[in-house]
C-alpha cells in the first residue's frame, strides 16, 4: 500500500510538472543568403522546390510525397508519408506575398497529431536576402511531456539550420539570371 501512495506521489508530482510547461512553442532560425528576395521566394513558394533543401526529405529519401491544389503560392498543397523520423502530414501554403513572406499550415498526422503554423520571412540586405524560418504551436500534454526529455528548439532548430544552409547552397550556385532551382 505505501509503495502504491509513493508512486502515486511521484505520477501526480510530475503531472502538475508537465501541466505548468509552456502551452506554446516557437523555435526560430535566420540565414543570410547572396541572392534577391524573389530568388530565395522562389525556393520556399513551389513546394516541388523543396527537394533540394527539405532537411526531412533527407532523412527519408523514399518517403512518400504528393502535390496538390495550385502549382505554388497559396493553396498550394503538399503531403507526405515516411519512416518514423518524418512522420506523415500536410503542408498548405495558406499566404504568399511575393518577396516578403510565406505562411504554410502544418497538419501532423504522425507519429504525433498536432498542428503548427511555419512561416518564412524575406527581407533585402544589402544585396543579400535575410530569411526567418520560423515555426509556432501549441503543446498538447503529451507533447509538453515529450518536451521534458527532447528539446524542441534543438530538435527541429537543428533541421531548420540544416534546410536553410542547403537553401543557401542551392540559391547561391544558380548563375545570375538563371532560374534558381
Same mark, same amino acid.
Given at each position: 500500500m505505501r509503495m502504491l501512495v509513493v508512486?502515486?506521489?511521484?505520477?501526480?508530482?510530475l503531472a502538475v510538472v508537465v501541466a505548468r510547461r509552456p502551452a506554446e512553442f516557437r523555435v526560430e532560425r535566420t540565414t543570410v543568403?547572396?541572392?534577391?528576395? !524573389?530568388?530565395v521566394f522562389a525556393?520556399?513558394?513551389?513546394?516541388?522546390?523543396?527537394q533540394a $533543401?527539405?532537411?526531412? %526529405?533527407?532523412?527519408?529519401?523514399?518517403m512518400t510525397q504528393r502535390f496538390e491544389g495550385s502549382a505554388a503560392g497559396a493553396g498550394a498543397v503538399?503531403?507526405?508519408?515516411?519512416?518514423?523520423?518524418?512522420g506523415e502530414g500536410r503542408m498548405t501554403i495558406v499566404d504568399?506575398?511575393?518577396?516578403?513572406?510565406i505562411r504554410i499550415r502544418l497538419e501532423f498526422l504522425k507519429p504525433l497529431?498536432?498542428?503548427?503554423? !511555419?512561416?518564412?520571412?524575406?527581407?533585402?540586405?544589402?544585396?543579400?536576402?535575410?530569411?526567418? $524560418?520560423?515555426?509556432? %504551436?501549441t503543446n498538447s500534454f503529451l507533447a509538453k511531456a515529450i518536451h521534458l526529455a527532447i528539446n524542441m528548439d534543438r530538435m527541429i532548430g537543428g533541421?531548420?539550420?540544416?534546410?536553410?544552409?542547403?537553401?543557401?547552397a542551392v540559391v547561391e550556385a544558380a548563375p545570375p539570371g538563371e532560374p534558381r532551382s
Open positions: 508512486l502515486l506521489v511521484v505520477v501526480s508530482g543568403i547572396a541572392a534577391p528576395p !524573389a530568388a525556393q520556399v513558394n513551389d513546394f516541388h522546390r523543396w $533543401w527539405n532537411p526531412w %526529405g533527407k532523412m527519408d529519401p523514399s503538399y503531403t507526405w508519408s515516411g519512416n518514423r523520423q518524418v504568399s506575398r511575393p518577396d516578403e513572406l497529431p498536432g498542428e503548427s503554423v !511555419a512561416e518564412f520571412t524575406f527581407a533585402p540586405q544589402n544585396g543579400s536576402t535575410l530569411v526567418t $524560418w520560423r515555426m509556432a %504551436g533541421q531548420f539550420d540544416r534546410g536553410l544552409a542547403d537553401m543557401k
